[in-house]
């Protein structure tokens, strides 16, 4: 069982990986090993266009979304993922795991419980016992995740909610 699971829940586009990677900040500057992935997006013409893919402990980016086709990037829905973030990603989290008290998702949700981008890796890394999680979800899956994960120890943070780390 994790220690504590924390879902940092916002709407759409409210800002859950800017809050995230401030919480990584404390965090780090507390001295606690933190390890994980969140997705910053971009906009193009007023339009989310797509998200890179970061790795919280060494800054490292690459392209992980964009609403634009891309040869040989899968489509889901209205976005093409890479699939070399995909699974630089699975690999960042196992990493994570090992070498790391607190662990940072930016995000899972709708895709995820459908079978797609962290489902599995997600589904394996969450029963390892004794680790601290930071799962960014928006408002509208927070309980769809949390049923279909079946996770405990559970603390919903809403943006608005005033919390330091």
Not at 5 to 17: D, F, Y
Not at 47 to 62: A, E, H, I, P, S
Request: glycine share 6%; proline share 4%.
């Amino acid at each position: 069982m994790p220690k504590q699971i924390i879902i940092l829940s916002g709407e759409q586009g409210e800002g859950k990986t800017t809050r995230c990677l401030e919480i990584v900040s404390q965090l780090k500057a507390k001295g606690e090993s933190v390890g994980g992935i969140v997705a910053p997006g971009f906009w193009k013409s007023n339009t989310r266009y797509g998200f890179d893919l970061m790795d919280v402990q060494t800054n490292q980016k690459l392209p992980f979304a964009q609403r634009n086709p891309k040869e040989d990037w899968l489509e889901i829905k209205t976005y093409y993922f890479n699939p070399e973030a995909i699974e630089k990603g699975e690999v960042i989290l196992q990493k994570a795991v090992l070498e790391n008290d607190w662990i940072i998702l930016d995000e899972i949700g709708k895709l995820d419980i459908k079978g797609h981008l962290w489902s599995s890796i997600f589904t394996d890394l969450i029963k390892i016992p004794n680790k601290n999680w930071i799962i960014c979800v928006r408002d509208i899956f927070v309980d769809e995740v949390i049923e279909h994960w079946q996770m405990q120890n559970v603390k919903v943070l809403q943006l608005v909610d005033d919390f330091v780390f």
